[in-house]
């Protein structure tokens, strides 16, 4: 049998009975369709970029540092022994390691020393001879004699020929010493051969005699700008025996190294020049050892300032 709804029309029996209008169906009988009622409060999302940042130490920093401004790229380490850096090393750490090492090594070193003091002294007194022999025979002349003014001058060239021979075997000892220390910075087996094998040798006189005459030319002009200019050129042998530069290159690179490291080189200068002093106090004797370990803490130095690992 067919009955009518609430609102006048059939109503199909099997059809469950429907609500009078305005009722309220009872819970769970009618479940609303989805958003059909707003939710509850406090149930709607946030707006984009609403969410707090979370708190500090909540998340660790990515390694090698905090967090940098958006698209920076980590700060790149600094290399060993960079100017200015962490790994800056101290003058005392540079002449600790130079004593270590001469006396890890101290027969090749003392041996080596010794045969070029023997070269320089015999090589410097037979010029020096020759030229008081030329000063007597020139004085027995008389001074009218005809060969007084030939002897003059050979004198004269002959101080100078002199002079220039003993400056370059005494950078040629120093280049010795150089060549051992740098094999000791950088680990490698240290004999008395070392001391006399070059590889660059036309780059080692012509950065001698370069040294010499800037050197000697600054004396001449108030003594000052010559010890200026040995400061500065210090570590031209160095930068020729280790990187194998062209003599005018070596002085450049050895003015740039001692620019950017002025203070630390100072520092340098003047504590080698203390201790080569008291070795010569000691009857020279004293520059047996003073010699080599000065060598050894400059290579040290050197190494450190270039911002190159040193071999323990």
């Known amino acids: 049998m067919t009955e009518n709804g609430p609102d006048g029309t059939p109503r199909n029996e099997n059809e469950p009975p429907q609500p009078p209008a305005g009722a309220v169906p009872p819970p769970g009988a009618y479940p609303p369709p989805p958003g059909a009622y707003p939710p509850p409060p406090g149930a709607y999302p946030p707006p984009p970029g609403a969410y707090p940042p979370p708190p500090a130490g909540s998340y660790p920093p990515p390694p090698g540092g905090g967090y940098g401004p958006p698209g920076a790229m980590p700060p790149a380490p600094q290399p060993y022994g960079a100017p200015g850096g962490p790994q800056a090393v101290g003058i005392g750490e540079a002449f600790n390691y130079g004593w270590t090492k001469f006396t890890a090594n101290v027969g090749p070193i003392l041996l080596a020393v010794l045969v070029y003091g023997a070269v320089i002294a015999v090589i410097g007194g037979a010029f020096y001879f020759a030229l008081i022999a030329s000063a007597v025979t020139a004085a027995n002349n008389g001074p009218y004699g005809s060969s007084s003014g030939m002897f003059g001058a050979g004198f004269g060239f002959g101080s100078i020929v002199f002079y220039i021979v003993i400056i370059l075997l005494g950078y040629l000892a120093q280049a010795g010493m150089v060549r051992g220390a740098l094999h000791i910075t950088y680990g490698r087996p240290l004999e008395f051969k070392t001391f006399f094998q070059f590889d660059n040798l036309g780059g080692v006189i012509g950065a001698s005699l370069l040294i010499g005459l800037g050197t000697g030319v600054g004396v001449v002009l108030c003594v000052l700008p010559g010890i200026v200019f040995a400061f500065f050129a ?79």
């Not at 003073?290 to 690992?309: D, K, N, Q």
């Open 234 to 312: 210090q570590f031209a042998l160095y930068f020729v025996l280790d990187k194998q530069q062209g003599a005018v290159e070596a002085i450049k690179s050895s003015f740039s190294l001692v620019n950017k490291n002025l203070g630390t080189v100072v520092v340098l200068f003047l504590a080698v020049y203390v201790v080569q002093a008291i070795g010569a106090l000691v009857c020279g004797v004293g520059q047996l050892i003073a010699f080599p370990l000065t060598m050894i803490a400059t290579a040290y130095m050197y190494r450190r300032m270039l911002g190159e690992p040193v071999a323990p």
